[in-house]
């Protein structure tokens, strides 16, 4: 089961808030994903905008310059500007500096606005109204590390019940659970099966752990040690000090926490039961979402959106190809 995804297994459906904090770094980082952020399907809940990001989108390009601007609807090519939705809780896909949005998502959406010729203008709010701003029209589209499911497709909430019309979405970016290793990774662990045997640490009372519990009777007879903590910070010193192999995160989270380490850590291997973080698009605006479609694909052919996951350290988590709906 992926930690930051919905595509759960029915062993790890428990949504549990984690605080993930690098040990060699100041920066706290609220994980994990759209697990931490209530599920937008089953709330009327209205975002509130507490912050704007710093983006100068579509700066440098005139409208009619851009490669994608004809593909837009013409409210947004009049208007200049995609107003999205965000929950800026969540590094390093989005999160608040100084009174500014910053993160792999805002850097995305100026690497979009550069194919459409319009402005992403991000707005702060709380997760679980942001799919009802599309419906009423407050925001254009989402963009908040929201997992792109079969049941926010379909506005279902978690038991099945329609709570809406439901959203398109248009997938950008892959995110599972990942193993965070000391730097060289000395025990050569790439999948949880690798860890049977070992010993790693986990921050008590997570899916992590959950997702740690399962591997240990997968593993059998050859066992599996789990050293539960407190705090996450508590589990990443313990693998930093070599007493544990293995720490489990979200795997932009994971990527994050290796970045700020100072040379502590490192991913190890690719996400487990991975799943795609989606654009989110009202289903009646089908003429946006092909275009941002069309932009998605675009930034990945021209190398703008390697160069802005490089920034994050969260290459791991690459599409190489944009779908529509690609979640399940």
Do not use: H
Request: charged fraction near 20%; aromatic fraction near 6%; glycine fraction near 12%.
């Amino acid at each position: 089961m992926p930690a930051c995804t919905t595509r759960r297994s029915t062993a790890l459906t428990r949504l549990t808030a984690v605080a993930a904090v690098a040990v060699a770094g100041t920066l706290v980082l609220t994980g994990c994903g759209d697990q931490t952020k209530k599920d937008s399907s089953s709330s009327g809940s209205s975002s509130s905008a507490t912050a704007s990001s710093g983006s100068t989108a579509g700066t440098g390009n005139s409208a009619g310059a851009a490669p994608l601007f004809a593909k837009l609807p013409k409210k947004y090519q009049d208007a200049g500007v995609i107003k999205v939705g965000t929950d800026a809780s969540y590094a390093p896909m989005e999160q608040t500096e100084n009174g500014k949005i910053v993160g792999i998502d805002p850097d995305l959406g100026d690497a979009l606005s550069k194919q459409l010729g319009v402005k992403f203008e991000f707005t702060n709010g709380q997760f679980d109204g942001l799919i009802t701003s599309l419906y009423t029209g407050r925001e254009d589209i989402v963009m908040s590390a929201m997992s792109d499911t079969k049941a926010r497709q379909q506005g279902l909430d978690d038991k099945g019940k329609k709570v809406g019309k439901g959203v398109d979405f248009v997938d950008y970016y892959m995110s599972g659970s990942s193993l965070l290793v000391k730097k060289g990774n000395p025990k050569g662990v790439k999948t949880l099966a690798d860890l049977c045997g070992q010993t790693v640490a986990v921050q008590r009372g997570t899916i992590y752990e959950d997702a740690f519990k399962q591997q240990k009777t997968a593993c059998g007879s050859k066992g599996l040690t789990i050293e539960s903590f407190d705090t996450d910070t508590e589990a990443q010193t313990r693998v930093k000090a070599g007493g544990a192999v293995a720490d489990l995160n979200d795997t932009p989270v994971a990527a994050y926490i290796a970045q700020k380490s100072g040379g502590a850590f490192e991913v190890a291997g690719s996400p487990a039961d991975a799943g795609p973080f989606g654009i989110a698009v009202d289903k009646s605006n089908s003429q946006l979402r092909d275009a941002l479609q069309q932009a998605m694909q675009a930034i990945i052919a021209d190398g703008s959106y390697a160069q802005v996951l490089q920034k994050w350290n969260a290459n791991v988590g690459a599409l190489t190809t944009v779908k529509i709906n690609g979640g399940s």
